[in-house]
C-alpha cells in the first residue's frame, strides 16, 4: 500500500460566533493515499467543507479557527506554514473544485484569462506558452472548440462545461490532491455522469489522489476507494467502499443507504432518518444522533462512542459495537 | 491527449457567441437606444474635433496680438469677433477648448486613478489600512471643495508658480479633491466583492494579492467607475473654470474657457460685448450637460437590473 499523502489527525475547527462556538469539525481523523479517492458523506452542516478548507488554511477569518489536531501534506505540517509557503502549495500541490461552477469563476474575465492565471503564478509560463497550455487543458476535459473558448465569458457558458472549466483550472498545475467540494451537486444528473467520469479519468491519467465531498451515495458508489461517513463534526463511520456498502455498521449510515431510492423497490413514502444534524452549539457529551437512532439505549445519552476498529479498515464510533457498552 | 468524455459539441455552438467585450457591446446597444444620451455623445465627440482638430484650419492659430482688430464684433473674417488683444475668439475658444477638456480629463484620470489604488486596497485589507485611507478621505470630503481649491490657488498665486506649470498643479488640484468620493464608492463594492465565491477560489489557487486585487476585484467594478468617472469630468471642467475664471487656476496667456469669460468682469465688456463671453460660456455650460446627460445614459446601460 502506497503511503499516505494527506494525513488529517484529530483536527478541530471551531467557529466562534456570538451565540457561541460551533464545533463545525470537532476531532476528524483520515488519510488520502496516493491516487486514491477518498469520499466523505453527510448530511448537509456536518462540516464537510470546513474539513476541506481546513485542509487549504482558508477557514473564514477571524471567527473561524482550527483549535486542535494537525494537517500533513506529504509529511509537511500545513498548520505551521507561512502565508506566502501556503499561497505557493495551493493550486500547485493540491488545488480545489467548488459546488457552484456558475459562481466560482469571475464573471469579467474571459475563461481563457482564468485558466492561464495559476499558470503563470505557479508555473511561471510564458504567456505564449500558457496559452497553448490552456487550449490543451481545456480540450482535455472534453470541451470542442477550445480557442473560442478560451475568449468566452462564464455567463455564456452552461454550468456543465463551467465545471469542466474549474476542473480544468484545478489540474492546471498538476495537483497531487484534489479537493472536491459536492462538484456535482449543483449540476443535472445526466451532466453529473460526465463530471464524476471526468474525474475518474484524471485520477487515473494522473495518479492524482481525490478528496470527494459529496451527500450523495450514488457519487460515492461510483467513485470513492475509501468512505468517511460524517455527523456533527465528527467521523461515525469508515471503511472501504465496498465494505461500508455492504456492511454498514452504524444506525446512521444504514439509513443513508435506505433512504437511497432503488429502482423496481418503489415504497409508499422513501426512507428517511427522522430529525436533522443538531445544533453544533453547546452540545452536550453524548452520541450527537442519539435522538435520531432506532437503536438508541441508555448509555448513548451519556457518553460519547469512539471510533473502534472493528473489522480490517472498518472502523465505528458506536456503543452496539462496543464490549464495554454494557459495563456503563 | 484527449479526453473520451466529450461535453456535447452542439452546446457549445448555440451558446457561445464567443467574443472579447460582449458586455461593451451590450452597453452600447443599449446607449444607442438612448436618444438623449447619444444627442450628449455627439455634442462631446464633435467639440472634440472642434477644439482638437479645429486650429488647423484657422488663419489665426498663432495668436498673434493684433492693435488695430481690437474688440471688433463679429463679421465675415472673424466669425465670433475679437478680444482685446484683436485674437480670434474662434479660435481662441478652440485652443481653450484643448486646455478645459485636457484638464478635466486628466484630472478625472487622475482620481480615478489615486481613488480605486486606495479603494481596493482599503476595501480588500480592511482594518488599519481601512482606517486611515477612509478618515483621510473623511477629512477631505467634509471639507468643501471650492472653498478648498480658492485657499490651494491663493497660495500658489502668492508663491508665484510660473505659469507654465499651474495647468499641471489645477490637475492636481482636483483630483485631490476628486479621489475620495471615488475611493469611497470602489471601497464599498470591494467589501462585496472579496465574499463573492470566486474570490475563494482565486484563494484555494494561490493567486498573490496584486493578482487578487487588480486583476480580480478592480475589473468587476469598472461599469460603475465609468458612470462616475464621466461625471467627474464634468465636474473637474466646471471647477477649473471657477478656479480659472477667479484667476486662481490657470491664468492667461494659457486659454481656458473660464478665464475667457473673465472678460466679463468688466462692465462695459459684460454689457456690450457679449460675444467676449458669450461663447466661452455656452461652451462650457453644452459640454458639462453633455457629459452629464452621456454619464446617466451609461448607468443606465450598465445598470445590472435592466441587463441580461
Ligand atoms: N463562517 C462560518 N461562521 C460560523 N459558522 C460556520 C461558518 N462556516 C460554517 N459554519 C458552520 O459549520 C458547520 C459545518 O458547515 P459546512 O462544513 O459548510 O457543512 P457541509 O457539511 O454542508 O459542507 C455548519 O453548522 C455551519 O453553520
Ligand atoms: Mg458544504
Known sequence: ?328 | MSSIVTETAGLAGTRTGARRSSLWRDTFAKLKKNKVAMCGLVFLVIMFLFCFIGPFFSPYASGKVNTVMINKPPSMAHWLGTDNLGRDILTRLMQAGRISLTVGLAAMLLSVFIGSVLGVVAGYYRGVVDQIVMRFADILMTIPGLPLLFIIGAILSEWKVPTDYRIYIVMLMLSLIGWPELARLVRSQILSLREREFMQATESLGLRDHRKLFFHLLPNTIPILIVVATLRVGGAILSESVLSYLGLGVVPPTPTWGNMIDAANTLIDFQKRPWLWIPPGFAIFATVISINLLGDGLRDALDPKMKR
Not at chain 1, 37 to 55: H, L, N, R, Y
Open chain 1, 1 to 328: 500500500m502506497t503511503n499516505a499523502l494527506l494525513t488529517i489527525d484529530h483536527l478541530q475547527t471551531h467557529f466562534f460566533t456570538p451565540s457561541g462556538v460551533v464545533k463545525a469539525v470537532n476531532d476528524i481523523s483520515l488519510r488520502v493515499r496516493e491516487g486514491e479517492t477518498v469520499c466523505i458523506v453527510g448530511e448537509s452542516g456536518c462540516g464537510k467543507s470546513v474539513t476541506a478548507m481546513s485542509v487549504l488554511g482558508l477557514v473564514a477569518e477571524p471567527q473561524g479557527k482550527v483549535v486542535g489536531g494537525d494537517i500533513r501534506f506529504d509529511g509537511v505540517d500545513l498548520l505551521q506554514l507561512s502565508p506566502l509557503e501556503k499561497q505557493q502549495l495551493r493550486g500547485n500541490d493540491i488545488a480545489m473544485i467548488f459546488q457552484e461552477p456558475m459562481s466560482s469563476l469571475n464573471p469579467v474575465l474571459t475563461i481563457g484569462e482564468q485558466i492561464m492565471e495559476p499558470l503563470w503564478e505557479h508555473l511561471l509560463l510564458s504567456k505564449k506558452e500558457a496559452r497553448a497550455k490552456a487550449i490543451e487543458l481545456i480540450s482535455l476535459v472534453g470541451i470542442p472548440r477550445p480557442e473560442e473558448i478560451m475568449n468566452a465569458y462564464p455567463h455564456q457558458l452552461s454550468g456543465g462545461m463551467l465545471q469542466r472549466i474549474m476542473i480544468a483550472i484545478a489540474i492546471s498545475c498538476n495537483p497531487r490532491l484534489l479537493i472536491a467540494d459536492e462538484p456535482t451537486t449543483a449540476l443535472d444528473v445526466t451532466i453529473q455522469a460526465q463530471i464524476l467520469d471526468l474525474l475518474r479519468e484524471i485520477k487515473e491519467t494522473y495518479n492524482t489522489a481525490i478528496l470527494l465531498i459529496t451527500h450523495d451515495l450514488g457519487v460515492v458508489a461510483e467513485m470513492a476507494d475509501y468512505v468517511v461517513v460524517m455527523y456533527a463534526g465528527k467521523v461515525i463511520e469508515e471503511g472501504p467502499v465496498l465494505e461500508l456498502f455492504s456492511n454498514p455498521r452504524h444506525p446512521y449510515t444504514r439509513g443513508l443507504l435506505q433512504a437511497k431510492p432503488v429502482i423496481g423497490q418503489r415504497k409508499k413514502r422513501l426512507n428517511s432518518i427522522p430529525g436533522q444534524v443538531p445544533n453544533l452549539i453547546g452540545l452536550a457529551d453524548s452520541c450527537y444522533f442519539h435522538d435520531r437512532c432506532e437503536s438508541c439505549m441508555s448509555v448513548c445519552r451519556l457518553k460519547q462512542p469512539e471510533l473502534k476498529q472493528i473489522d480490517d479498515g472498518h472502523r465505528v464510533a458506536c456503543w452496539l459495537y462496543e464490549e464495554e457498552s454494557g459495563l456503563a
